[in-house]
């Protein structure tokens, strides 16, 4: 079964140690998974006010979430806790109320960090907030990744087995997590198609 992952990474950064890590998660998983960026950087700040005429930049975020099949979150953490564009990009992509993009969503949440704590502290509020927008969030295994020079060259390609090993399994975990609510959505579909019949 063909899935499409949308992923968001936390950082606005170019040079981000996040993005690097997608390029290696990308790297692990089957040719019949294609990965599609969400971009946040352009979007303006949540404002209320904003709700009855949603600008484009949102709008494109909550159609790419839709047209995701999952949605895999890379961040960064700063001072202990999400970056303010991601929490801004999950704000536009909740409201207006009622039109949570996100709802029935599964989510994977991974990130790296150059620090030992490897975003634990991040993952955590981005949790928090999924969890109140009915995100199914793949809870285990954890992933607090370490970004060290002997673990990742600088164009993030993995160097230590143990760490390909376990981003590996941590993968198939959270695309096995994704499939499961893909082939909940297509049983429904079918039963609905043959109720009608």
Known sequence: MSL?????????????????L???????????????????????????????DYPVEAL???????????????????NRSVPGSLKNALDWASRPYGENAFAGIPVGVIGASVGSTGTSMAQ????????????????????????????FA???????????EFLTDWMEAFIAWVRLFVSRDTTTEEN?????S
């Open 154 to 164: 600088d164009d993030g390609t993995i160097l230590d087995s143990s760490t390909r």
């Open 124 to 151: 955590q509020h981005v949790r928090n907030t999924l969890t109140f927008l009915d995100a199914p969030t793949l809870q285990q295994p954890e992933a607090f990744i370490h970004y060290t020079p002997q673990r």
């Open 192 to 196: 609905s198609s043959a109720a009608a």
């Open 60 to 78: 494109a975020l909550k159609e790419a979430i839709d047209g995701s099949d999952g949605v895999l979150i890379v961040t960064p953490e700063y």
């Open 22 to 52: 997608v390029g290696a998660l990308r790297s692990l998983a089957d040719n019949n998974i294609t990965f599609v960026e969400i971009p946040i950087g352009d979007l303006p700040l949540y404002n209320r006010d904003l709700d009855e």
């Open 4 to 20: 499409t992952i949308g992923y968001i990474v936390g950082s606005l950064s170019a040079e981000s140690v996040n993005r690097r």
